[in-house]
């Protein structure tokens, strides 16, 4: 009796420590392309004196070093950013989904809460990286 209380206990435990990664890693991944997305637009800002979406070959930006000297490496990592995270949170979303459908895991209201709404972060980051101006984004950081 003894060994089955221990290995639901268990059980448990390993639904709450895998809910509980996926949510940081949904709040991680959506919080780095958002970030990335703010430093982009900043960056275009600064360089037109303007908040706008730039694109490519437009008049503020089109024959500008935009991301010059030191720079280089934030344009590296941005656009590194901008292209897998929204893969990544994607496909952490469809892991949480899967989890957050488990009996285990909806043991555990305050894992089950905290998924649940990382989940839905994610999902809206992977949404937004979809439209025509996160890809006109991108393709002006690749430009």
């Known amino acids: ?16 420590l895998s809910g509980r990664i996926a949510t940081r890693v949904q ?23 303007r908040f706008y979406l730039p694109h490519q070959g437009d008049e503020a930006t089109g024959n500008a070093d935009i991301w010059p000297g030191v720079l280089a490496a934030a344009w590296l990592a941005i656009t590194f950013v901008l292209s ?4 990544l949170a994607g496909l952490t979303a469809l892991y949480a989904a899967v989890l957050l459908a488990s009996a285990r895991q909806r043991a ?20 937004a990286s979809l439209t025509p101006q996160a890809q006109t984004l991108l393709a002006w950081l690749l430009d």
């Not at 209201?109 to 949404?127: E, H, I, K, M, P």
């Open 84 to 87: 897998v995270a929204p893969i």
């Open 27 to 49: 709040y991680v991944l959506a919080g780095a392309y958002f970030l990335a997305t703010a430093v982009a637009l900043g960056r275009a800002a600064q360089l037109a004196g």
């Open 108 to 127: 555990d209201r305050r894992t089950w809460r905290s998924l649940a709404a990382s989940t839905v972060l994610a999902a809206l980051a992977f949404a």
């Open 1 to 16: 009796m003894s060994s089955e209380i221990d290995a639901a206990a268990y059980a448990a435990d390993t639904a709450s």
